[in-house]
Nanobody, 116 residues
């Protein structure tokens, strides 16, 4: 059974920083974990991509977070999202996603609230 567990959300003032973490657990080979990423969903809006990183380290970001957020992974089972210069519009539930061949898995989400 594959599980993704996020941590690191919370309440922060505009201009502040947060670091999200996501761990993949389960009896799986690290070689089956491919692209990992972060998505977010604000109230009344669709879930959107924030950032993704391949197993080889290639990254891609939403235009709205470029230059402020950094995605990284230190091994096949952990992915992070460093969020700097946070804005109120970054407020959302943030979800971790991992492609564990042959399917995607999602975490339960962690709330990020940025106050103005």
């Amino acid at each position: 059974q594959v599980q993704l567990v996020e941590s690191g959300g919370g309440l922060v003032q505009a201009g502040g920083s947060l670091r999200l973490s996501c761990a993949v657990s389960g009896s799986i080979s690290i070689f089956s974990i491919n692209t990992m990423g972060w998505y977010r969903q604000a109230p009344g809006k669709q879930r959107e991509l924030v950032a993704v990183i391949t197993r080889g380290g290639t990254t891609n970001y939403a235009d709205s977070v470029k230059g402020r957020f950094t995605i990284s992974r230190d091994n096949a089972k952990m992915v992070y999202l460093q969020m700097n210069s946070l804005k109120p519009e970054d407020t959302a539930v943030y979800y971790c996603k991992a492609l564990v061949v042959p399917r995607d898995y999602w975490g339960q989400g962690t709330q990020v609230t940025v106050s103005s």
